[in-house]
């Protein structure tokens, strides 16, 4: 089986002292951090932009993840410039989304296209060869906490199979109710990159703990 990253995503961390909750993350030996920008209008709630962004690059030397959950993200692209190492959209507000994956690779980051539950796969066939991840959606986007959708693990093995056929290099990463639980499921559906919020910022273990525990369900697989 191939080698699964983990990647915290501070939503569901304590913004009080969120830069003590990053380090943690790092201590704990995560691979990548998640961080979901949301607009409050290509879905319900409001996070941060790009102004917090580049003060968390400023505590850790973790790769960064970028979630933009936002209506016309190319506008938002440029503002990460430099602090972002990899840029994700969503092919649901991205008419033009092979343009805004070459607008984020000319900022020298990676890119990757996201699609949510309802979304059928055909919708990103024509971009597979030009992304570098596709974030498969396991929960309605918006909120964290929220429970997986199980059948989602179908749509994460047909897009492995694409990938793998068309002899594509993208990797897939599962953004959505990520749990010790289900994470081998989700590494045999064929996920690269696990996206774990609440399952890591949570007030029943320590960040470490809760890293530990879903790297030993990934060994158990």
């Not at 709630?45 to 209506?71: C, W, Y």
């Not at 929960?139 to 199980?150: R, S, T």
């Not at 994470?183 to 890591?200: K, M, P």
């Amino acid at each position: 089986m191939r080698p699964i990253k983990l990647a915290p995503s501070i939503l569901t961390a304590d913004f009080g002292r969120l830069a003590d909750d990053v380090r943690a993350a790092e201590a704990a030996g995560v691979d990548l951090l998640h961080l979901d920008v949301m607009d409050g209008r290509f879905v319900p709630n409001i996070t941060f932009g790009h102004q917090l962004v580049e003060a968390l690059r400023k505590v850790t030397s973790l790769p960064f993840d970028l979630h933009l959950m936002v209506v016309e993200p190319e506008r938002q692209v440029p503002l990460f410039e430099g602090i972002a190492d990899t840029i994700n959209v969503h092919i649901e507000v991205s008419p033009h989304i092979n343009r805004t994956l070459d607008s984020i690779r000319k900022l020298g980051a990676k890119c990757g296209v996201c699609i949510n539950p309802g979304t059928p796969v055909e919708a990103i066939i024509e971009s597979l060869s030009d992304v570098d991840q596709v974030m498969v959606m396991t929960i309605n986007p918006g909120w964290g906490g929220q429970q997986m959708i199980p059948r989602q693990l179908e749509k994460v093995a047909r897009i492995r199979g694409l990938l793998d056929g068309g002899g594509y290099g993208a990797g897939i990463m599962i953004d959505g109710g990520v749990k010790a639980g289900n994470a081998a499921a989700c590494a045999a559906a064929g996920a690269d990159t696990l996206v774990c919020g609440s399952s890591v910022y949570n007030a029943e273990r320590s960040v470490a703990e809760s890293v530990a525990a879903l790297r030993a369900a990934l060994r158990g697989a």
